[in-house]
Each structure stands twice: as structure tokens, then as C-alpha cells.
């Protein structure tokens, strides 16, 4: 379909199926619009799904600059979504990188959000000197072996592997997706969204007065989103925690059933509730 243009005049790549009251997924670090067909599958017979690559994700634009990359930016790119397809206010999903410029976007225009169902949340938000350090790494690691060396690394995490255990079609789809990726613009996404965003604990003041529906899901075995999520739970006004048992960080991958009757019900209830 036509691309979304942001408000630099990045072109930002969107898909659409179904119709109804739409909600827009946004993607993690090691992802793209295809990490949300589960979700898409099960939920285009009632609302309009909308997936979008962020910048710097093929076929979106990959600007050169790690300037035009940030969590500010990328938050400012969902407002870009739907400014472009004509959707004033919608039901967002976003998972990691993906729930923190959701979470962000519901912070600067919370009248536009209807529900916010936030996965995987908060990745180095209790130790974030190693987090950016580790990210750095991660920048080295394509700079001297490529995108390849970088996917291996990427989906041998302990916070991955479930994946590979439960749903390997999906595990090697993703991980075929990522070695092909463009390394200019995973860099720079790392560089510019990662390495420079606050923790979740910084947002607490702001956290605390957002007037939206919020669903936190986190799998038990993901230990980096834990506590942040625990943060979340008991902050936000009106949210509630989710943790999916024998699971690791792609939560909607691992346990697409479960996760997708988590937020269809949930969505359902704000629903009826913003009436």
C-alpha cells in the first residue's frame, strides 16, 4: 500500500487488513510488521489491523543519520500512522522497543489511544549502564561481521530461546528476517532509540496521571521486563499486569493464543468503557 509519510519526510512502509475500530501493533528491535501476523490473523475478522516497519526497517526508509532516530521520534511516527491512514483514536499494541514509543505516544496524546496493551516492556531499565553498554556491542558486532553474526547473537539470548523451543517456524522466519535487515538502520536504531532513551522509572510523575487502559504482559522468564513491568502495574492509574508462565520476550510469539485472548478481552472492555 502507499507509505506513511513522517513528519521529516521519512516514508514509513504500513499494511491494513480488516475493518472496524482499528488498532495499530508496533514492533520490537528484532522485528517487523510480519512478527504481528498471529495477531493480525486472529483479529482482522473485528477490527482493522494496521502494522507499519519503523524507520530504518526495509521497505520504510533507513535515514542515514542516527539524529533522525529516537524513542521521541519513534513515538511521533505512530501519531505519523495514523494521521496518514485516517484514524483519529485506536486500540495500540506494541512489544518491547515497540511498547516504549507506544507508551510514550499514549503519554503525549492519551485522547487518541483507546486501549495500549504494552509486551516486553523495559529492557534495561535496572541496569541501564549494561544496557547501553551490551548495545554498543551490538553496533560492533554488525560493523566487523554483518547482520548474520548479529541475528545468531541476537536469538541465542536467554530471554529468546523459548521461542525456538516452542514455535521454530516462527523462530527461524525471525531470524532469516533480521540477517537481512538493513545494518545501517539497525544501527542506528540502537544508537538513536535504544542507547539514548530514559528508563521506564523516569517517567514516573508523568506515568502517574496518564487516563488510559493499560494491559502489561510479560513472560516469567524474561527477567529484564519483570520488575519494570511490576513498576507499571502499580503506577499507571489504570492497568493490569499479565505474566505468561514458561515464557521468555517475544511473548506474542511464544503464546500467540494466550496473548491474543488477553487483548482481545481487554480491548473489549475499554471498549465498553470509553461509551
Known amino acids: 500500500m502507499k507509505p506513511v509519510i513522517a513528519g521529516d519526510g521519512t516514508k514509513l512502509y504500513c499494511e491494513e487488513r480488516g475493518t472496524g475500530v482499528p488498532v495499530v501493533f508496533v514492533h520490537e528491535l528484532a522485528g517487523s510488521c510480519r512478527s504481528f501476523d498471529p495477531q493480525v490473523e486472529a483479529f482482522h475478522t473485528r477490527f482493522r489491523c494496521i502494522t507499519f516497519n519503523a524507520r530504518g526497517y526495509p521497505p520504510s526508509d533507513v535515514p542515514a543519520s542516527d539524529q533522525s532516530y529516537s524513542q521521541d521520534i519513534a513515538a511521533s511516527d505512530i501519531a505519523a500512522v495514523l494521521n496518514g491512514l485516517g484514524v ?115 517517567h514516573e510523575k508523568r506515568l502517574a496521571s496518564l487516563r488510559v487502559p493499560v494491559l502489561v504482559v510479560v513472560g516469567d522468564e524474561d527477567a529484564g521486563c519483570r520488575k519494570p513491568s511490576e513498576f507499571l502495574e502499580r503506577t499507571l492509574p489504570d492497568a493490569r499486569l499479565r505474566v505468561i508462565p514458561g515464557t521468555g520476550h517475544a511473548v506474542n510469539l511464544e503464546e500467540p493464543a494466550e496473548f491474543n485472548r488477553l487483548c482481545l478481552a481487554f480491548m473489549d472492555e475499554a471498549l465498553v468503557a470509553s461509551r
Open 88 to 202: 483519529e483514536r485506536a486500540h495500540l499494541v506494541g512489544v518491547s522497543m515497540g511498547a516504549a514509543s507506544t507508551l510514550q505516544f499514549a503519554l503525549k496524546e492519551p485522547q487518541r489511544v483507546l486501549s495500549a496493551t504494552l509486551a516486553g516492556i523495559g529492557s534495561g531499565s535496572d541496569e541501564p549502564e549494561i544496557f547501553r553498554r551490551t548495545t554498543q556491542e551490538a553496533v560492533g558486532l554488525i560493523q566487523t561481521r554483518g547482520m548474520a553474526a548479529y541475528a545468531e547473537h541476537t536469538w541465542s539470548s536467554p530471554s529468546r530461546f523459548r521461542l525456538r523451543e516452542k514455535n521454530p517456524a516462527e523462530f527461524r522466519r525471525s531470524h532469516e528476517e533480521i540477517a537481512a535487515m538493513s545494518p545501517l538502520g539497525r544501527m542506528n536504531t540502537m544508537r538513536g532509540v535504544q542507547i539514548r532513551r530514559p528508563t521506564l522509572y523516569a
